[in-house]
C-alpha cells in the first residue's frame, strides 16, 4: 500500500483526459485514505482524490459538450438527451463510475474560480482546525453554500443512529458511506457499494436522488440471498413510488414528525420511515415504539 500511496501523492491530473484513469486513481486514493487512518504518521490523500473529482466534473461536461448534449435552462445538461455518437450519458457516467446527482455536484464545484488552488487550501483549513476534509464539505467551501436541500445526501441524526445501535448492538456495514463516515458502523463503503456483497447487520441512509430505487432492490436482494444478517433502511416515506413497495413485506416505523438531518437548523421537506429486515422485529419495535406509528402488512 505504501508504494500505492507513493505513486497517487504529487499526481497532477488537471490535464488528464481518460474517465477510466481519472477513476482509477480516485479508487486508489480512496483506499490510500482508509488505509493511513491507523498509521501514526498519516498520510493524506484527500487533497489529489478532491483534484481527482474535479477534473473528472471537466471531462465529464467536456465530453458531454463535445458530443452534442443539449443543456436546459439553468445551463445544465437535459438528463434524456442522445449524445450524437449514438451514446448515452449514463455511458459517460458508468466510466466514470457515478451517479448523476453526483457528477452534477462535481461539475458545479468546477465552476469556482481557482477550484484546484481552493481545494488546496480547504484541506489544509480541515488540517489546521483538526476538521476532516469531506466530499460535502468541499462542495460547500467551493459553492459557498450552507446545507442545500438541493443535496440527495442527508446525514442521519445522531437519534436515530443511537436507536440503530440500540436494536443492532453494533452496526456491522453502512453500504453507502458519506466521506465523514458519519454512522459508526464497523465498516463503510464510500464507493461502488450497489456492486460490492453486503455482510452483518447493514445500516442503509441511502443518497435520496434517483438511485435510491438501486439501494433499496440492494438491500431486500442482500437479505433474501441471506448475505447480511439485518438491515435498518432510513428512507424517505413516499407511498407513491414503485421503490416503497419493494419494502412491503417488512415492518417500518413512520417517524413522527421530520427529522432535522446533516446538523440543520431546519426540518426535512418531506417525512420518514425506517424499515426492519431480520428475525427480531420484537425488539426493533421496542426501541422505535416511542418514535413514531410501527406497521406491519397483514
Known amino acids: ?174 453500504p453507502c458511506a458519506d466521506e465523514g463516515e458519519n454512522v459508526p458502523a464497523e465498516h463503510h463503503f464510500t464507493y461502488g457499494g450497489l456492486g460490492i456483497d453486503w455482510f452483518g447487520k447493514v445500516y442503509m441512509n441511502p443518497p435520496y436522488g434517483n438511485e435510491l430505487p438501486k439501494w433499496v432492490q440492494k438491500m431486500c436482494h442482500e437479505y433474501d440471498e441471506d448475505n447480511i444478517d439485518a438491515g435498518l433502511v432510513l428512507v424517505p416515506s413516499r407511498t407513491d413510488t414503485e421503490w416503497f413497495y419493494e419494502l412491503r413485506d417488512y415492518p417500518r416505523c413512520f417517524i413522527k414528525g421530520r427529522l432535522k438531518f446533516s446538523d440543520s437548523e431546519n426540518s426535512a421537506p418531506f417525512p420518514s420511515m425506517v424499515v426492519y429486515l431480520g428475525n427480531d422485529a420484537k425488539r426493533f419495535i421496542d426501541v422505535f415504539r416511542g418514535r413514531g406509528d410501527i406497521y406491519a402488512r397483514v
Open 1 to 174: 500500500m505504501s508504494t500505492e500511496i507513493a505513486k497517487i501523492q504529487g499526481r497532477d491530473v488537471s490535464r488528464i483526459a481518460s474517465p477510466v484513469e481519472l477513476r482509477k486513481i480516485r479508487d486508489g486514493a480512496e483506499l490510500a485514505r482508509k488505509y493511513v487512518k491507523s498509521l501514526v504518521d498519516k498520510i493524506d490523500c484527500s487533497e489529489i482524490m478532491f483534484h481527482v473529482v474535479l477534473r473528472s466534473g471537466e471531462v465529464y461536461e467536456q465530453a458531454l459538450e463535445e458530443r452534442g448534449a443539449e443543456r436546459d435552462k439553468g445551463g445544465r445538461y437535459h438528463s434524456s438527451s442522445q449524445l450524437t455518437n449514438g451514446t448515452s450519458k449514463q455511458q459517460v457516467r458508468d466510466q466514470l463510475g457515478q451517479s448523476r446527482e453526483t457528477l452534477r455536484k462535481w461539475v458545479d464545484m468546477t465552476k469556482a474560480s481557482d477550484h484546484y488552488e481552493k481545494a488546496s487550501e480547504y484541506c489544509q483549513k480541515c488540517k489546521g482546525s483538526l476538521t476532516p476534509a469531506t466530499m460535502s464539505g468541499l462542495y460547500q467551501y467551493l459553492c459557498n453554500i450552507h446545507f442545500s436541500f438541493d443535496s440527495p445526501e442527508w446525514l442521519t441524526p445522531k437519534e436515530i443512529l443511537d436507536m440503530v445501535v440500540e436494536v443492532f448492538g453494533k452496526i456491522d456495514l453502512d
